[in-house]
């Protein structure tokens, strides 16, 4: 069982679909989460289908909708740093990477969740992902702790391989989806599911299985 993990992601919804079965796993065993959310994705281009919000209220609509989410995995320590949406790459190291040290310091993770930086697709994914490898690369060596990655770039598995961590999260699908749902006013059920109800087969097979890769320092 790990101890403390922390989540270090740029996005609400970042959370949903690629971890939220693996920390509620975690937190039933016992593990604190500390999540660290860098934006409120207030550039998103989603308003809700049909719209429910504009472009003023969407970062408190997507705020809200990122505590609910969380409250659905179980998730114990909500952290909102206040970086803006897709400028993440253009913030100073120096801030940027400070805001994760200071983490690091405080909750000492045994565990540390983000993206595979150059791996991730978006640039605010890659640029959290290299940020939070700096931060921790700064640590002696015999301090640091693990870190597991995201991947999901085209043709990614060619360049860093098959993933080292595969979790079973099938026993999680509750609080996955209802992480997912909440995110309302960026998937709508008919999105993220099709134009039909989906069994439980097929929702185990699309969202049971969630895949790391570990980041090994130089």
Not at 126 to 133: E, I, T
């Amino acid at each position: 069982m790990e101890r403390h993990i922390l989540v270090v992601l740029p996005h609400p919804d970042d959370e949903a679909f690629g971890l939220s079965g693996t920390l509620a796993k975690h937190i039933q065993a016992g593990t604190t989460v500390t999540y660290a959310c860098l934006t409120l994705g207030e550039m998103g281009r989603n308003m809700g289908i049909p719209p429910f919000t504009n472009r003023v209220g969407l970062p408190q609509i997507r705020k809200r909708e990122l505590e609910e989410a969380c409250r659905a995995i179980g998730i114990q320590d909500l952290r909102m740093l206040g970086f803006h949406d897709k400028t993440i790459e253009f913030e100073e190291p120096e801030l940027l990477d400070g805001s994760i040290s200071a983490l690091l310091e405080e909750v000492k993770p045994s565990l540390v969740l983000t993206f595979y930086p150059g791996y991730a697709v978006h640039p605010d994914h890659d640029a959290c992902g290299a940020a939070v490898v700096r931060a921790v690369a700064k640590l002696p060596a015999n301090k640091r702790p693990r870190v597991l990655c995201i991947a999901f770039a085209r043709n990614h598995e060619q360049a860093i391989g098959r993933p080292d961590v595969i979790n079973d999260v099938r026993g999680f699908l509750k609080q996955k989806l209802a992480a997912i749902s909440a995110h309302r006013s960026q998937f709508q059920a008919a999105e993220l599911l099709g134009s039909k109800a989906l069994t439980d087969k097929e929702l185990q097979e699309r969202y049971g299985t969630e895949r790391f890769w570990t980041y090994r320092f130089n």
